[in-house]
């Protein structure tokens, strides 16, 4: 079956699920295993078939997971990535905070995290994460499962909504819970994740943090103007790989001390 045949296949048994007004339920390979997605529109359906591109910042993710690990996936959408890394050998034994304030996106992460058996061990929040707590406009590109959603660009956005937004070191606090790896890709925003930070001890910073910055405008940039990657090494960090994808790169820094590339 050819991979074009088998999209159009799966355009049309999402059709004939929309007509039923039940959701496609989809099973879906990620990296050591298959999770089952419920598929409600088509960009959902390209979210859960287009692993492939995710698959090796994904990878690099699961390498560097240990034993018991808080792994928050920050700008999780639907949930393919926390369903890759919470279904390997390692993830089993961690605990997932996972962030998607977009309504639709949420509800299909929450969703998806229990259809997969994941309640208890991975936890959907419906927040932004940021450099101040309250409230915040969310630039809404898209339907359900897009990935454009955003707090730090209005280009081409669709509409706007006001979501609850919050810091990591305020999460932290109230949920008892500091993440050993951070992964962040909240679509030119993630300077503002990495500052609501701060506020933490420095013991409690990320072991490893990976994310998806968007140099071509100011994505990689802090909230007062400098780059992420001059405050990362400010605090210890350092990047041990980078990997260009379209219009957006890959980034994993550590403090492990460790230097691997």
Known sequence: MSDEFHRWLLRGRLL???LLRRPLLLRVPLLEGDAELAITSTRELRRATGFALEVDFAHRVQQRLQTGDTVFDVGANIGVVT???ATTQTGRSCTFHSFEPEPRNHRQLTGNL????LDGR?????LALGDR????ELFVRGATGAGRHSIASSDKATGAISVPITTLTSFAAAHGAAPDVL??????????????MDGLHPDRFPREIFLEIHPGGLGDRMPDGGTIDAWLSSRGYREVWRQERRSEVHCHYTRSGDGEA
């Not at 707590?133 to 915040?136: C, S, T």
Request: charged share 20%.
């Open 122 to 126: 991975a936890s959907g929040h419906a």
């Open 83 to 85: 369903l890759a890394l």
């Open 16 to 18: 004939v699920s929309r």
């Open 114 to 117: 229990t259809l997969n058996g």
């Open 183 to 196: 992964k962040v890709d909240v679509e030119g925003a993630e300077g503002y994740v990495l500052a609501g």
């Open 133 to 136: 707590d309250g409230e915040v």
